[in-house]
């Protein structure tokens, strides 16, 4: 078992790998070795300023320094100094760097933009956390994957099958190449769309569907779930099994006025989160309709962050920090103040 404070090194800094590692700091159990940028802009300042060390592609150090910039070292000095990577490189460039962490015998966590393959187990903390326990890689599913299998894994039933609508956000606010801009886009020309399969990978006894369109907005996406029960269930047996981990947050669109998800978005801000980050499925509580052992619902996925508490769980379970998911779950949403927001809007201490 490795000693704490864990080394740990996130080779890419970009939407999902900058969130790794100010919640890796957060945790007080693991030390952030550095990061690497495989280009320069603001960010690798923002980085050293953070007091994170920058690492660089050997070939590009001279990039880096026509910009005043030092880098602390190459991306395989990183590597070495690490105990623990994750990768949050753009899509399918895990599943190449994979080999380099396999050749220094370093356990890694990848994302959900990569294959299946990448890792031994495709991963989420309420579904199958002791699967992961001990594996040299992890691969965490993607936001929307994530988003789904909360709700499924948190229903104290097994679903019988499931039928997900998708809307997708276009792009990441940083974003600006990607569209559409003015129409609304096929996610997937057939149904199911691929998220199906993706569930799957982590719940593979789950009958489930998905269809998925991509729309104009940068602001979350939103998903409509029919999930059929396998057996009755009442409503506050259901709602009381989704509140316990913390991840699922109920919100009223129509006694808060939180009926978009730009509003979403300004509650974060002013709840004080940090780049108005969602760790939590927001699920609008007056979509929930249970039609004997049928549960529909509409929930909001905050696609830049929903990932990251998955991705500081998958640490203790590989480091073998920790077996118990219940007490993994409690400490991440307490470094990532998951809760506050329900606290503050509800009055709850």
């Known amino acids: 078992m490795v000693g704490i404070p864990v080394r740990v090194c996130i080779n890419g800094y970009g939407t999902i790998g900058k969130r790794?590692?100010?919640?890796?700091?957060?945790?007080?159990?693991?030390?952030?070795?550095?990061?690497s940028k495989y280009s320069f802009d603001?960010?690798?300042?923002?980085?050293?300023?953070?007091?994170?060390?920058?690492?660089?592609?050997?070939?590009?150090?001279?990039?880096?320094?026509?910009?005043?910039?030092e880098p602390d070292g190459t991306i395989e000095d990183m590597i070495d100094e690490a105990e623990l990577i994750y990768d949050a490189s753009p899509g399918k460039q895990g599943v190449k760097n994979k080999e380099f962490y396999v050749k220094h015998g370093k356990p890694a966590i990848f994302q959900g933009g990569e294959p299946p393959m990448v890792g031994e187990v495709?991963?989420?903390?309420?579904?199958?956390?002791?699967?992961?326990?001990?594996?040299?890689?992890?691969?965490?599913?993607?936001?929307?994957?994530?988003?789904?299998?909360?709700?499924?894994?948190?229903?104290?039933?097994?679903?019988?099958?499931?039928?997900?609508?998708?809307?997708?956000?276009?792009?990441?606010?940083?974003?600006?190449?990607?569209?559409?801009?003015?129409?609304?886009?096929?996610?997937?020309?057939?149904?199911?769309?691929?998220?199906?399969?993706?569930?799957?990978?982590?719940?593979?006894?789950?009958?489930?569907?998905?269809?998925?369109?991509?729309?104009?907005?940068?602001?979350?996406?939103?998903?409509?779930?029919?999930?059929?029960?396998?057996?009755?269930?009442?409503?506050?047996?259901?709602?009381?099994?989704?509140?316990?981990?913390?991840?699922?947050?109920?919100?009223?669109?129509?006694?808060?006025?939180?009926?978009?998800?730009?509003?979403?978005?300004?509650l974060a801000r002013d709840a004080g989160r940090y780049r108005y980050d969602l760790y939590e499925n927001i699920v609008f509580s007056s979509t929930l309709k249970l039609d004997r052992d049928v549960l529909m619902l509409i929930q909001a996925i905050h696609q830049e962050s929903i990932v990251i508490p998955e991705n500081i769980d998958a640490a203790y379970a590989v480091l073998n920090l920790e077996i118990d998911p219940f007490k993994v779950v409690e400490k991440t949403n307490r470094a990532l103040g998951i809760g506050l927001v329900k606290d503050l809007i509800t009055g709850v201490k």
């Not at 300042?45 to 320094?65: C, N, Q, S, T, Y």
């Not at 909360?150 to 998708?166: D, E, M, Y």
């Not at 979350?220 to 029960?229: A, E, K, S, T």
């Not at 109920?250 to 998800?261: A, I």
């Open 20 to 35: 790794i590692a100010d919640a890796l700091v957060k945790t007080g159990d693991f030390k952030v070795v550095g990061v």
């Open 42 to 69: 603001y960010s690798a300042l923002i980085a050293r300023k953070k007091g994170f060390r920058v690492f660089v592609p050997r070939d590009r150090i001279d990039e880096f320094r026509k910009h005043g910039f």
């Open 122 to 266: 495709s991963y989420n903390t309420l579904c199958n956390y002791n699967a992961a326990l001990g594996k040299k890689y992890v691969r965490v599913v993607s936001c929307n994957t994530t988003g789904i299998l909360r709700i499924l894994c948190s229903l104290g039933v097994k679903p019988r099958s499931v039928f997900a609508t998708i809307v997708r956000r276009a792009s990441d606010p940083r974003e600006d190449t990607r569209g559409p801009v003015a129409s609304i886009l096929l996610d997937s020309q057939r149904i199911p769309s691929h998220h199906a399969s993706d569930v799957n990978t982590v719940v593979g006894d789950i009958p489930i569907t998905t269809a998925s369109v991509v729309v104009p907005t940068t602001l979350m996406h939103v998903q409509v779930l029919r999930i059929d029960l396998s057996g009755e269930k009442t409503m506050d047996d259901l709602l009381s099994s989704m509140e316990k981990s913390g991840r699922i947050l109920f919100l009223n669109p129509e006694s808060m006025g939180l009926d978009t998800t730009g509003k979403l978005v300004e």
